[in-house]
């Protein structure tokens, strides 16, 4: 529980650290992504961008990709920063990107939009709207084997078909989501902003188990040794799991 380091970027930062080998990446509201060495906290590099970077840069291979508040998707050579393409997205992106064996990015924006963008074609190769219900996605997006779930402030999650974008189901929360679903096995798991941790079938969207905290849940579940973990703002943390 020693400190060992501090880096002080020059805004707050909201991104969580990615770490990779030796490194570790984030975002910051100071519009720029850092790399620092994990033993020292020394900066290796920073990219600028032209918007807060509220997401945590995901890897893929040697490439940091991240998506901000400027309205475009970045690629970043991990080794040294340097940018390697950029895709126009048109709007805001506070969520992080969930990244595919294809090498293609899903994520939702504040446009109300999710998107899949094809990151060696640097290309977008659908949007997705709901006809009625616009509002932004906060929440990451969960990848399965042919789906992506995507939580958004319009109350529903949409589980999209990961190569068209069409919608498979739809599923209303009551409330706004801006937990990110997690995909364990054939289950996803989320809570809601009036304070419910659901279980849903991942092929589906069919609701298995819910749980009412009575507080709104922002936070991400994790999920580990048959036990689910997630924390509600009243400071509550709650596990779930099959009693041994």
Do not use: M
């Amino acid at each position: 529980g020693e400190l060992l380091w501090t880096f002080d970027a020059e805004a707050g930062i909201t991104s969580s650290a990615h770490p990779w080998s030796d490194r570790v990446i984030f975002g910051s509201y100071d519009s720029r992504v850092y790399c620092l060495a994990t033993t020292d906290g020394q900066l290796v590099w920073r990219a600028e961008t032209e918007g807060y970077v509220h997401g945590t840069p995901a890897i893929l291979d040697s490439t940091v990709v991240t998506a901000g508040c400027d309205g475009f998707l970045r690629r970043l050579n991990l080794v040294d920063g340097i940018e390697k393409g950029v895709v126009e997205i048109g709007g805001y992106v506070a969520a992080s990107c969930a990244i595919d064996d294809s090498g293609t990015a899903y994520f939702g924006t504040f446009g109300n939009r999710v998107l899949a963008v094809d990151l060696v074609a640097e290309a977008i190769r659908w949007r997705y709207q709901h006809p009625q219900r616009q509002q932004p996605f906060y929440a990451s997006a969960a990848i399965a084997a042919d789906l992506v779930v995507a939580a958004g402030r319009d109350r529903i999650l949409h589980g999209l078909d990961r190569k068209t974008g069409q919608p498979r189901w739809l599923f209303d929360a009551g409330a706004r989501v801006d937990s990110s679903p997690v995909i364990s096995g054939e289950r996803l798991f989320f809570g809601s902003s009036k304070g419910s941790v659901h279980a849903l079938d991942v092929g589906s969207g069919k609701e298995l188990w819910r749980y009412d905290t009575g507080a709104t849940i922002v936070a991400s579940a994790a999920v580990a040794d048959g036990r689910l973990v997630i924390g509600s703002e009243d400071g509550v943390l709650y596990c779930f799991g099959n009693p041994d």
